[in-house]
């Protein structure tokens, strides 16, 4: 229980969700939702050829691999400053060093690359459906991030005109 109190959970932020609790529990069940997903294959997607097939093992490794390099980086530079709920911690700093000094929200870009790598490397038109889903909650869950970021740190504002939210160099 520590570490949950550690990292911001109380008994009124769960009965007010004033922290974004609801936000980690909504984040949780489209991550598990994601998962249980059925591969739905449109037949015209069927592929063939040796080269196309390897044309998608490519694409999905090199999806795959960025999301790892996104999470386990920005996992080890956020250190201390780690919470699961988008409120910063109480004793936290704002991270604008490694990872952060290229995207804003790493874990977030971690999950939606990893989920899109699945999407092609399944060819499933139902998990392209779901990682979009994935990508406008992370979209919006960052937004209301970034306001209470905002609130904590007076340079936050100078930080968002420097780097991208959740695509290093694109948005």
């Known amino acids: 229980m520590k570490l949950l109190s550690d990292w911001g959970f109380t008994r009124k932020g769960w009965r007010s969700g004033e922290r974004g609790e609801y ?59 780690l919470t699961p709920l988008p409120y910063p911690r109480e004793d936290g700093q704002l991270v604008r060093s490694g990872i952060y000094g290229i995207v804003r929200h790493p874990l977030y870009s971690g999950l939606i690359l990893a989920a899109f790598s699945w999407v092609v490397f399944q060819v499933s038109l ?15 869950k960052a937004n209301r991030e970034e306001a209470w970021l905002s609130e904590k740190y007076s340079e936050y504002s100078d930080y968002q005109q420097q780097v991208k939210k959740l695509i290093p160099w694109l948005y």
């Open 23 to 81: 936000l980690v529990l909504l984040q949780g069940a489209l991550l598990i939702g994601f998962v249980l997903v059925p591969v739905y294959r449109l037949s015209e997607w069927d592929i063939g050829s040796p080269a196309l097939l390897y044309l998608r093992w490519g694409i999905t490794a090199v999806l795959g691999l960025a999301a790892s390099i996104l999470i386990i980086k920005g996992l080890l530079d956020l250190g201390r400053n």
């Open 126 to 140: 139902s998990h392209l459906v779901a990682a979009i889903i994935l990508f406008i909650f992370f979209d919006l």
